[in-house]
């Protein structure tokens, strides 16, 4: 087993860290069996709501990431609440010992801003004395918003990406994600806290204001498609931040006060880093194949009664953030991958580093093996591969080491004779009709598929097999 030498910091996203009592030094959060129990809301619940000022964040500090939600009883329990843990197991296969040097954490507080001074230095310090320890620059792994905790760090000590390798961002909603409008406009509740609970809290946390889409006049809210359209009041381009109806009464004061702080320091980012003149290189994996909220607008009823509205989901993204939100950032140093999720267990966005297409560009990145490489993988969709339709969706890209499509890819199922091309972007969603798919045992059934592209001047080609489940359907 290589031995990946390259050391690394590991930022997690909301709420991936732990809170501890600064004082009394017990752990605050996340206990998922004791959080919705009256006493554990009589001593904790205060603690964890984000402070009214944040230069006064009471007595709590950010301990490490948290590595399990919660120890269930079946698979699927374990998938869902293995967290950080699953990034570690990830991390140790590649052959990174169990308790590495290598592997450092910068805890935030995601109570507080994304740009609070306190997170910046967090990062900051952390990425000082890995690199002097370890003599060489670092990784920076940065999940979420921990990868915007990131960036409001770099951008105020550019001369930090010196000590820095790369920068690898999992699943960062860089245009900010609608879905975190759900919490703030009172749709959904956090598990296993109620809903008058979960207004309580998760609406005085400041950095969910600052994950909420900026305003498209303060900032280039566009990418190749036209508009991202994260938001939209009758039918244009806003932002929840400035079209503050939905929060504007009395009672709401505190929220408007976020919308307002976080449409100030963070409302006219950029698509591009601002590092001065030095460069660093980003390694941005976005997720696609996962039920994701595209877009929220503003309702007004028939009493002027003004709200946020979520409409369905789509699979166009990584269960929190949408595609093209993570796929905003640009500029010299970034290179965009897209990660196909599917198959028979839906990957979310909290563990994004498990699909196949993410590891195998972890282990890359972290084995200095990125000077030239194909980026082709597929995955079936999950919703058809569990239910009974007529037809499944394959999700393929084909990218080469800089991001772009590979030359002349394309993809053929089976034994049909047309070659379907990719799209410019390297990705492609073809449907295979259930009937083609060949039985191979219990209730799993499977399908082939070539993909061919040309590369450093000579055609290539990579075959897949993949796997579903349910019936075959009759014509």
Known sequence: MPNPEKPIVFVPGVPGSELHHAEEGHKLFFRYRDIDSTRWKRENLDLIKGPDDPEDPGPVTAGPAIRR???????????????????????????????????????????????????????????????????????????????LAVRAALESEPEIVDRIDSLVALGVPWAGTPDVLGWLGYHRKFVPLDKKTTDKVLTTWWSLWDLVPPDPESTDLTDEEGDLGLFTVE?????????????????????????????????????????????????????????????????????GNVSIELPETTADG???????????????????????????????????????????????????DTVSFAHVFSAVDHTDSEEDTASVRVR??????????LEDAEVRILDREEWVPFQEDGRLTVRVHRYRWRHTRSDVRQIRARIRWTQWDRERHKDVRLLAEGKPYRK
Not at 74 to 85: S, W
Not at 99 to 116: C, F, N, V
Not at 396 to 405: I, M, N, S, T
């Open 396 to 405: 393929l890209v084909a990218q080469d080491e800089e991001g772009k499509k």
């Open 235 to 303: 039918g244009e381009p806003a932002s929840p931040l400035t079209v503050e109806k939905w929060i504007s009464t009395k009672k709401y004061a505190p929220r408007k006060a976020r919308a307002t702080s976080a449409h100030e320091r963070l409302g006219n980012r950029t698509p591009e880093l601002d590092l001065g003149d030095r460069e660093l290189t980003i390694w941005n994996l976005v997720g696609w194949g996962s039920q994701t909220l595209p877009s929220a607008f503003l309702e007004t009823d028939d009493e």
């Open 69 to 147: 939600y919660f120890r269930g009883e079946t698979l699927v329990d374990l998938a869902h609440g293995k967290q950080a843990e699953s990034l570690y197991d990830l991390l140790r296969r590649i052959g990174y010992r169990r308790k590495s040097d290598k592997i450092r954490e910068a805890p935030w507080d995601w109570r507080l801003p994304l740009d609070h001074p306190s997170s910046q230095e967090a990062v900051l310090e952390t990425i000082r004395e890995l690199a002097d320890q370890e003599d060489r620059p670092v990784v920076i792994l940065a999940h979420g918003a921990g990868g």
């Open 318 to 368: 990584d269960g929190i953030v949408p595609r093209r939100s993570a796929a905003w950032i640009r500029g010299d140093g970034v290179r965009t991958f897209f990660v196909p999720l599917g198959g028979f267990q839906p990957v979310p966005h909290g563990t994004l580093w498990r699909a196949r297409s993410a590891q195998e560009m972890l282990r890359r990145i972290l084995e200095d």
